[in-house]
């Protein structure tokens, strides 16, 4: 049963019920009808790609092998839920919503797309959310996507219901057990491709289930921030160095993401992984109620700076290594984004429900989350320090390169790089850092 507490999930379902009106109100519409979606042949192909289901659709249902299925939300009715089960001996039907889901809905179950229109029919206006079919023209089921409902929702998406957080804690446990089977894979000499065999396995989840393309990278790929190959063949002996591993999992389409580092032997690259794991925990520590994660990631760059200079990798002071921008040459992205239905959940970058943006600090063009912190949000905490090549290249040009001490440099190149990722939940009285206790949980 995906439903662990139906209490709270009925009381996610008034929250929906509360959120939609609200959005809807904002764009001047009477209803919203949302598509969970359909899959898509690969072109000159009868194959379809995996199926992602609709984010807006799943928030209120957790069907997420349920194409062609659809919602209607007339404000203070009960939602409708038109659920497609083909008929159909080529594919297996979907498994039908338990009792949990059915209870909040009126079901309609139909066999045949063409019973579907005339179940999404509503007075009023209505705001269709969701993939656009051209088939849909002839339904009448209203404007698609319109902007001022989407910005209201994905504004809004930041706060989590107690169910939503319940999710994503078994989420968190799913990505844990599997993150110690891909450990431990490792460290038996596996290659990349049997490492990512592993964890899935570990967590039951096939590749289209994962909330991303898991990052599964021994030495020097480490350092390819979403790096997205899988060796067949695995180094070994002095030529195993390091181990990153990206990786998540989903539960009722709720995501965990959660990165490790490894070191194949001890050494400073082990050392420099256990000082990173006490700087992130730290960086977790500051995910508090009124706190804008524009400063946690400046903040980030702080720390990153100093242990540049603790390992004695530049040879400036923490304070000099930011403000030249050295920094940035050894950890180049944003230190975390929202976290939910997607893993790059939406409204980091959001002023307000009137889809206003609120800028990313000067030289930081890839940070995903601007705004002050709430409780009942959620985001990810994963600083990195990495040897990339390419940036490498560009801090040998500028005037800090003999202030770098290239000898070292280049011994830990083939590392790769470090990462140390945690989805921490904003609480009233402190952070909860989902990731930390599933690990904890499991012993």
Known sequence: MLIRDPSNYATHIARQQQNFAEALAAGGYDHAIIAAGRPHEVFLDDNAYPFRVNPHFNVWAPLTASPESFLLIVPGEKPRLVFYSPDDYWHAAPQPPEAAIVEQFDVHQVSAISEIPALLKASGRGAFLGEWEQSYEDWNIGDPNPVAVLDWLHYHRAWKTEYELDCMREAARLGATAHNAARDAFLAGASEFDINAAYMKACQLTESELPYGNIVAINEHGAVLHYQHLDRSAPSGDARLSFLIDAGATYAGYASDITRTYSARPGIFADMIVAMDSA??????????????????????????????????????????????????????????????????????????????????????????????????????????????????????????????????????????????????????????????????LG
């Open 280 to 441: 992130q925990l730290a960086m977790c520590d500051e995910v508090t109620a009124g706190t804008s994660f524009a400063d946690l990631h400046l903040g980030a760059h702080q720390k990153i700076a100093a242990l540049l200079e603790d390992f004695d990798i530049v040879r400036m002071s923490a304070e000099d290594i930011v403000a030249t921008g050295v920094s940035s040459v050894f950890f180049p992205h944003g230190l975390g984004h929202y976290l939910g239905l997607q893993v790059h959940d939406t409204g980091g970058l959001m002023g307000g429900p009137d889809g206003s943006v609120l800028g990313r600090p000067d030289g930081h063009p890839f940070l995903r989350l601007t705004r002050t912190l709430e409780p009942g949000q959620v985001t990810t905490i994963e600083p990195g320090l990495y040897f990339i090549e390419k940036l490498l290249r560009d801090l040998r040009d500028m005037p800090q390169a003999s202030e770098v001490n290239w000898d070292l440099v280049d011994q830990l190149t083939p590392y790769g790089g470090i990462r140390v990722e945690d989805d921490v939940a904003v609480g009233s009285d402190g952070p909860e850092n989902l990731t930390r206790d599933a690990f904890a949980s």
